[in-house]
């Protein structure tokens, strides 16, 4: 599975926007992006996915360059409920089998007033 | 949807017994469970992968013998942490992944907590 690197922390002002950018220089054809948030004492909970340009949804924006040697989670308009930790995951999808998901360091965002 | 539940949520155990942690999807069948552990200010370490009907593979460095992994039925998958020591205390913490499905469908239980005195 490609390695990724995220920032360790960022802090940030409510209704500010941000952006969360992730390396995965190693990421290969069939790998997908995937963003995790975790709350403390609770279990990651899925974001957004993609494989090339942007996507979006409801929470947040994906922005992958056309190399997908990194991408950008963007949270518009952050609230304090939005501190959290943000996991950055790459890997296969549609194997027919579930697969493996390596968790990085992730990325502790605090959201202030 | 996609709902998984986690029990017991939190447990205190004394040094040298057992412990056992379920697993459940509620609203859908999980051909393929697996068990994250988590300490304090860490990220998620997988376990194992456990699949229905057949033994669990574990990851290089986890004692199979020690964290035992049933996946009994599509809904249900066990760990038990055997002979629970201090350090065993951790966060762990299960994901279902959907039948047919693959990675943007893994779902999270809400975790266990295990303190082991």
């Known amino acids: 599975l490609a390695k990724t690197t995220q920032p360790i922390s960022m802090d940030s002002y409510e209704g500010q926007e941000v952006n969360i950018t992730c390396s995965h220089n190693n990421i290969a054809t069939n790998d997908y992006i995937t963003w995790y948030q975790q709350f403390p004492s609770q279990g990651p909970r899925f974001i957004i996915q993609g494989y090339k340009t942007k996507v979006t949804n409801e929470v947040a924006s994906l922005f992958i360059p056309a190399d997908r040697k990194s991408s950008t989670l963007s949270l518009p308009r952050v609230s304090l409920s939005d501190t959290a930790v943000y996991y950055c995951?790459?890997?296969?999808?549609?194997?027919?089998?579930?697969?493996?998901?390596?968790f990085g360091t992730g990325t502790r965002l605090q959201v202030t007033l | 949807g996609a709902v998984v539940s986690q029990h017991p949520s939190r447990v205190i155990c004394k040094s040298g017994t057992s412990v056992k942690i379920e697993c459940r999807s509620l609203?859908?069948?999980?051909?393929?469970m697996f068990w994250y552990r988590q300490f304090p200010k860490q990220s998620l370490m997988l376990m194992a992968t456990s699949n229905e009907g057949s033994k669990a593979t574990y990851e290089q460095g986890v004692e199979k013998d020690k964290f035992l992994i049933n996946h009994a039925s599509l809904t249900l998958s066990t760990l038990t942490v055997t002979s629970a020591h201090p350090e065993d205390s951790s966060f762990y913490i299960c994901?279902?992944?959907?039948?047919?499905?693959?990675?943007?469908?893994?779902?999270f239980g809400p975790g266990t907590r295990l303190t082991v005195l």
């Open positions: 994901s279902a992944s959907r039948l047919g499905m693959a990675q943007d469908t893994q779902y």
């Open positions: 995951l790459v890997g296969p999808q549609n194997t027919g089998t579930a697969s493996k998901l390596t």
């Open positions: 609203d859908f069948q999980a051909t393929t």
